[in-house]
Protein backbone atom coordinates (compact mmCIF):
# COMPACT_ATOMS: atom_id res chain seq x y z
CA UNK A 1 0.00 0.00 0.00
CA UNK A 2 1.51 3.08 -1.22
CA UNK A 3 0.19 6.86 0.65
CA UNK A 4 0.80 9.87 -1.95
CA UNK A 5 0.62 13.40 -0.73
CA UNK A 6 0.25 16.47 -3.06
CA UNK A 7 1.85 19.80 -2.13
CA UNK A 8 2.39 22.70 -3.55
CA UNK A 9 5.39 24.76 -3.69
CA UNK A 10 4.49 27.93 -2.72
CA UNK A 11 8.45 29.46 -3.39
CA UNK A 12 11.49 28.07 -4.98
CA UNK A 13 12.91 24.77 -3.87
CA UNK A 14 16.68 24.54 -3.12
CA UNK A 15 18.86 21.51 -1.64
CA UNK A 16 22.50 21.03 -1.35
CA UNK A 17 24.09 17.54 -2.60
CA UNK A 18 25.32 15.59 0.86
CA UNK A 19 28.64 15.65 -0.52
CA UNK A 20 28.96 19.15 -1.67
CA UNK A 21 30.63 21.76 0.29
CA UNK A 22 29.29 24.32 2.85
CA UNK A 23 30.19 27.25 -0.40
CA UNK A 24 29.10 24.53 -2.59
CA UNK A 25 25.96 26.43 -4.69
CA UNK A 26 24.72 23.44 -6.67
CA UNK A 27 20.89 22.09 -5.93
CA UNK A 28 19.33 18.78 -6.56
CA UNK A 29 16.08 19.49 -8.41
CA UNK A 30 14.13 16.78 -5.85
CA UNK A 31 13.56 16.10 -2.46
CA UNK A 32 15.71 13.52 -1.09
CA UNK A 33 14.46 10.60 1.09
CA UNK A 34 16.53 11.53 3.83
CA UNK A 35 14.97 15.26 3.81
CA UNK A 36 11.46 13.62 2.99
CA UNK A 37 12.21 11.80 6.34
CA UNK A 38 13.23 14.27 8.35
CA UNK A 39 10.21 16.25 7.41
CA UNK A 40 8.15 13.50 9.10
CA UNK A 41 10.47 12.94 11.86
CA UNK A 42 10.29 16.80 12.42
CA UNK A 43 6.25 16.58 12.07
CA UNK A 44 6.30 14.02 14.40
CA UNK A 45 8.56 15.87 17.48
CA UNK A 46 6.52 18.73 17.09
CA UNK A 47 3.02 17.52 17.36
CA UNK A 48 3.37 13.94 19.36
CA UNK A 49 7.18 14.88 21.43
CA UNK A 50 10.54 13.34 21.55
CA UNK A 51 9.31 10.51 23.58
CA UNK A 52 6.84 9.39 20.32
CA UNK A 53 8.64 10.32 17.94
CA UNK A 54 11.92 8.69 18.76
CA UNK A 55 9.54 5.26 18.90
CA UNK A 56 8.62 5.92 15.81
CA UNK A 57 11.71 7.36 14.38
CA UNK A 58 13.23 3.69 12.99
CA UNK A 59 9.75 3.13 11.07
CA UNK A 60 10.45 6.70 9.40
CA UNK A 61 13.74 5.40 8.92
CA UNK A 62 13.24 2.56 6.64
CA UNK A 63 9.89 4.10 4.60
CA UNK A 64 10.13 3.48 1.03
CA UNK A 65 10.06 7.00 -1.31
CA UNK A 66 9.18 7.67 -4.17
CA UNK A 67 8.05 10.98 -6.41
CA UNK A 68 6.17 12.41 -9.14
CA UNK A 69 7.64 16.18 -9.69
CA UNK A 70 5.89 18.53 -12.40
CA UNK A 71 6.09 18.26 -16.40
CA UNK A 72 8.49 21.04 -16.23
CA UNK A 73 11.26 22.58 -13.53
CA UNK A 74 13.28 25.19 -14.23
CA UNK A 75 16.82 25.44 -12.23
CA UNK A 76 17.35 29.52 -11.70
CA UNK A 77 21.17 30.55 -11.63
CA UNK A 78 21.40 33.47 -9.55
CA UNK A 79 24.46 35.45 -7.06
CA UNK A 80 23.51 36.64 -3.81
CA UNK A 81 25.21 38.01 -1.03
CA UNK A 82 25.99 36.58 2.39
CA UNK A 83 27.71 36.62 5.53
CA UNK A 84 30.93 34.85 6.03
CA UNK A 85 33.38 34.52 8.85
CA UNK A 86 36.83 36.59 8.29
CA UNK A 87 39.55 34.25 8.27
CA UNK A 88 42.18 36.27 10.01
CA UNK A 89 39.78 37.90 13.03
CA UNK A 90 37.05 40.79 13.44
CA UNK A 91 37.73 43.46 10.92
CA UNK A 92 36.47 46.49 9.95
CA UNK A 93 34.85 46.19 6.77
CA UNK A 94 32.60 49.43 6.44
CA UNK A 95 34.63 52.03 8.22
CA UNK A 96 32.33 52.80 11.18
CA UNK A 97 35.36 52.49 13.70
CA UNK A 98 33.68 48.87 14.95
CA UNK A 99 34.97 45.53 13.87
CA UNK A 100 32.92 42.67 13.65
CA UNK A 101 33.58 38.80 13.15
CA UNK A 102 31.63 38.62 9.82
CA UNK A 103 32.24 40.14 6.49
CA UNK A 104 30.15 40.38 2.84
CA UNK A 105 30.54 38.06 -0.35
CA UNK A 106 28.88 37.07 -2.83
CA UNK A 107 28.16 33.72 -3.53
CA UNK A 108 26.80 31.38 -6.66
CA UNK A 109 23.43 29.73 -5.58
CA UNK A 110 20.58 27.98 -7.81
CA UNK A 111 16.86 27.75 -7.24
CA UNK A 112 13.97 25.70 -8.52
CA UNK A 113 11.09 26.20 -9.91
CA UNK A 114 7.92 23.56 -10.18
CA UNK A 115 5.24 24.35 -13.04
CA UNK A 116 3.10 22.26 -11.21
CA UNK A 117 2.40 20.13 -8.04
CA UNK A 118 5.08 17.83 -6.12
CA UNK A 119 3.63 14.44 -4.99
CA UNK A 120 5.34 12.12 -2.77
CA UNK A 121 4.18 8.62 -2.48
CA UNK A 122 5.53 6.69 1.01
CA UNK A 123 5.42 2.92 1.82
CA UNK A 124 6.05 1.11 5.14
CA UNK A 125 8.90 -0.99 5.18
CA UNK A 126 9.34 -1.56 8.90
CA UNK A 127 8.32 -4.64 10.61
CA UNK A 128 6.59 -3.87 13.46
CA UNK A 129 6.14 -5.59 16.76
CA UNK A 130 3.73 -2.92 18.46
CA UNK A 131 1.13 -0.51 17.19
CA UNK A 132 2.42 2.18 19.31
CA UNK A 133 5.76 2.01 16.87
CA UNK A 134 3.40 3.12 13.91
CA UNK A 135 3.10 6.58 13.31
CA UNK A 136 0.13 8.33 12.17
CA UNK A 137 1.44 8.85 8.57
CA UNK A 138 -1.57 10.47 6.89
CA UNK A 139 -1.34 13.39 10.14
CA UNK A 140 2.32 13.60 9.49
CA UNK A 141 1.92 14.33 6.15
CA UNK A 142 -0.23 16.90 6.46
CA UNK A 143 2.08 18.72 8.93
CA UNK A 144 4.83 18.91 6.36
CA UNK A 145 5.84 22.66 5.38
CA UNK A 146 8.68 22.66 3.90
CA UNK A 147 11.12 20.62 2.19
CA UNK A 148 14.97 21.46 1.14
CA UNK A 149 16.27 24.14 2.80
CA UNK A 150 14.35 26.32 5.04
CA UNK A 151 12.40 28.54 3.24
CA UNK A 152 11.27 25.98 0.93
CA UNK A 153 7.43 25.86 1.29
CA UNK A 154 5.56 23.50 0.15
CA UNK A 155 1.58 23.95 1.18
CA UNK A 156 -0.49 20.29 1.39
CA UNK A 157 -3.44 19.78 -0.97
CA UNK A 158 -4.50 15.72 -0.53
CA UNK A 159 -3.72 12.45 0.68
CA UNK A 160 -4.65 8.98 -1.27
CA UNK A 161 -4.01 5.62 -1.13
CA UNK A 162 -3.01 3.18 -4.09
CA UNK A 163 -2.93 -0.36 -4.02
CA UNK A 164 0.07 -0.55 -6.53
CA UNK A 165 2.58 2.81 -7.24
CA UNK A 166 1.88 4.97 -10.23
CA UNK A 167 3.62 4.79 -13.46
CA UNK A 168 4.52 8.79 -13.15
CA UNK A 169 6.67 8.10 -9.43
CA UNK A 170 10.37 7.45 -9.48
CA UNK A 171 11.27 5.68 -6.94
CA UNK A 172 14.48 7.55 -4.83
CA UNK A 173 15.53 4.52 -2.85
CA UNK A 174 15.04 1.39 -5.15
CA UNK A 175 16.91 -1.49 -4.82
CA UNK A 176 20.57 -1.76 -6.23
CA UNK A 177 18.94 -4.87 -8.50
CA UNK A 178 16.15 -2.67 -9.79
CA UNK A 179 16.43 -2.05 -13.39
CA UNK A 180 16.45 2.20 -14.21
CA UNK A 181 16.90 4.16 -17.39
CA UNK A 182 20.15 5.56 -18.60
CA UNK A 183 18.75 8.67 -20.58
CA UNK A 184 18.08 11.44 -17.77
CA UNK A 185 18.60 13.33 -15.27
CA UNK A 186 21.63 11.66 -12.65
CA UNK A 187 20.72 12.94 -9.14
CA UNK A 188 22.75 11.58 -6.09
CA UNK A 189 20.42 11.99 -2.99
CA UNK A 190 20.80 11.06 0.29
CA UNK A 191 18.81 8.27 2.52
CA UNK A 192 18.98 7.41 6.16
CA UNK A 193 21.47 4.29 6.79
CA UNK A 194 19.94 0.84 7.83
CA UNK A 195 21.31 1.32 11.28
CA UNK A 196 20.94 4.85 11.67
CA UNK A 197 19.36 5.63 15.05
CA UNK A 198 17.09 8.55 16.84
CA UNK A 199 20.29 9.71 18.46
CA UNK A 200 22.18 10.23 15.07
CA UNK A 201 19.16 12.19 13.64
CA UNK A 202 19.01 14.55 16.74
CA UNK A 203 20.76 17.70 16.47
CA UNK A 204 21.16 18.16 19.85
CA UNK A 205 22.21 14.60 21.11
CA UNK A 206 25.89 15.43 19.66
CA UNK A 207 26.03 12.03 17.73
CA UNK A 208 28.21 12.02 14.57
CA UNK A 209 26.25 11.33 11.65
CA UNK A 210 28.13 10.52 8.83
CA UNK A 211 27.68 10.13 5.17
CA UNK A 212 28.17 6.72 3.25
CA UNK A 213 27.88 4.77 6.73
CA UNK A 214 25.17 2.09 7.61
CA UNK A 215 24.66 4.61 10.89
CA UNK A 216 24.56 7.83 8.90
CA UNK A 217 23.47 9.13 5.95
CA UNK A 218 23.91 6.52 3.02
CA UNK A 219 24.23 7.63 -1.04
CA UNK A 220 22.18 6.47 -4.07
CA UNK A 221 22.23 7.78 -7.63
CA UNK A 222 19.46 8.04 -9.21
CA UNK A 223 17.86 8.79 -12.65
CA UNK A 224 14.99 10.86 -13.15
CA UNK A 225 12.93 10.92 -16.28
CA UNK A 226 14.09 14.50 -17.68
CA UNK A 227 16.00 16.17 -20.32
CA UNK A 228 17.08 19.46 -20.55
CA UNK A 229 15.14 21.43 -23.42
CA UNK A 230 16.55 24.85 -23.25
CA UNK A 231 19.45 26.64 -21.10
CA UNK A 232 20.82 30.20 -20.75
CA UNK A 233 23.53 31.73 -18.47
CA UNK A 234 20.04 32.30 -16.38
CA UNK A 235 18.65 28.90 -16.35
CA UNK A 236 18.21 25.56 -17.54
CA UNK A 237 14.57 24.29 -18.34
CA UNK A 238 14.27 20.45 -18.01
CA UNK A 239 10.77 18.26 -19.28
CA UNK A 240 9.67 15.11 -18.33
CA UNK A 241 10.87 11.98 -21.19
CA UNK A 242 8.68 9.03 -19.50
CA UNK A 243 9.31 6.54 -17.72
Known amino acids: MWI ?36 LLDAALRIYGQPVGSVWFPFIRDLQIAIALPNHLTVINTFVKILRPHKSGAKDTVGTGLEGPMGNTIAYRELVYFAGLVRIAIQPNHK ?87 NGRILNPIILPYRLTKSSRAYSLYEYSGA
Open 128 to 214: VKKLTEIPPLLDLLAQIHYLGKRGGFMQFRQVEEAEELPERFTKLNRGSEEPFSIHGLMQLLDDCGPKMTFAHADVYDGKNISVGKP
Open 4 to 39: IASFEPTSLFSLRPANATTSGGKTLVTPTPYAIKMA
